[in-house]
T-cell receptor, first 116, second 115 residues
Framework: SAVISQKPSRDICQRGTSLTIQCQVDSQVTMMFWYRQQPGQSLTLIATANQGSEATYESGFVIDKFPISRPNLTFSTLTVSNMSPEDSSIYLC?????????????FGPGTRLTVL | AQTVTQSQPEMSVQEAETVTLSCTYDTSESNYYLFWYKQPPSRQMILVIRQEAYKQQNATENRFSVNFQKAAKSFSLKISDSQLGDTAMYFCAFMKHDMEGKSTFGDGTTLTVKP
C-alpha cells in the first residue's frame, strides 16, 4: 500500500482567492492523480501529474484554473485558482505503485474546500 | 470510452446478513482490471478487491467476494456476514491494462449496515 497525506484537510475560502493543496506520499511513485469529488458523489479526474513533465488535464479542466506542480517523486501540489462557490468540493490525491500492472489506486484523505 | 454503472444508489442490510452490490460496465477492451473501493464516512477511500479480466476465477478477500461475468460485463460485490464497519460508499472502477492509475468510477452505492 501507500501512505498519502494531504494538507490542508479542510479550508473555507473567499471567492476570487486561490488555495494550494499539498500531497505527500511515503515512497516514490511515477504518477500522481488529482480528483474532485462532490460529497456523496463519484470521483472526477482533474489531471495526471508526472515528475519532470507538464501535467495532463482531463476535458473540462485547464491549467490556468488548476495549476499543478510535481517537483519530485513523492510530492505534488494542486492549486485551485480564482475560486468560486462552484469549486466547493473534496479534492483527492491518488497514486499507484510503479511496476505493478493493473495495480489499485491509493487515495489521500482528501481536502474539503468550501468557497463562500 | 468506458462507462461504469452502479444501479443501486443506496442499500441497507442487517448486521451479519449478506448483501450484493451490482456493477456493470461497457468496454470494447479484452484486457482490463476491475476494482471495488470503499469510502467510509471518514472519507479516505481504500481498495476492497481487485479482479483481473483475463482470470476466470472470482477474486475473494475474506468476507468480500465478486461475481465476475465477463461476457455480461458484470462485476458484483458480495459482502458476507455484514458488519457495522462495512457502512460506507462503495465504488466500482474499471481500468484498461495500459492506463496505469486512470480508472473510470461508477457513481457509487451507499451501504448502511443496521444493528
Amino acid at each position: 500500500s501507500a501512505v498519502i497525506s494531504q494538507k490542508p484537510s479542510r479550508d473555507i475560502c473567499q471567492r476570487g482567492t486561490s488555495l494550494t493543496i499539498q500531497c505527500q506520499v511515503d515512497s516514490q511513485v511515477t504518477m500522481m492523480f488529482w480528483y474532485r469529488q462532490q460529497p456523496g458523489q463519484s470521483l472526477t479526474l482533474i489531471a495526471t501529474a508526472n515528475q519532470g513533465s507538464e501535467a495532463t488535464y482531463e476535458s473540462g479542466f485547464v491549467i490556468d484554473k488548476f495549476p499543478i506542480s510535481r517537483p519530485n517523486l513523492t510530492f505534488s501540489t494542486l492549486t485551485v485558482s480564482n475560486m468560486s462557490p462552484e469549486d466547493s468540493s473534496i479534492y483527492l490525491c491518488s497514486v499507484t505503485r510503479p511496476g505493478l500492472a493493473g495495480g489499485p489506486q491509493y487515495f489521500g484523505p482528501g481536502t474539503r474546500l468550501t468557497v463562500l | 470510452a468506458q462507462t461504469v454503472t452502479q444501479s443501486q444508489p443506496e442499500m441497507s442490510v442487517q448486521e451479519a446478513e449478506t448483501v450484493t452490490l451490482s456493477c456493470t460496465y461497457d468496454t470494447s477492451e479484452s484486457n482490463y482490471y476491475l476494482f471495488w473501493y470503499k469510502q467510509p464516512p471518514s472519507r479516505q477511500m481504500i481498495l476492497v478487491i481487485r479482479q483481473e479480466a483475463y482470470k476466470q476465477q472470482n477474486a475473494t478477500e475474506n468476507r468480500f467476494s465478486v461475481n465476475f461475468q465477463k461476457a455480461a460485463k458484470s462485476f458484483s460485490l458480495k459482502i458476507s456476514d455484514s458488519q457495522l464497519g462495512d457502512t460506507a460508499m462503495y465504488f466500482c472502477a474499471f481500468m484498461k491494462h495500459d492506463m496505469e492509475g486512470k480508472s473510470t468510477f461508477g457513481d457509487g452505492t451507499t451501504l448502511t449496515v443496521k444493528p
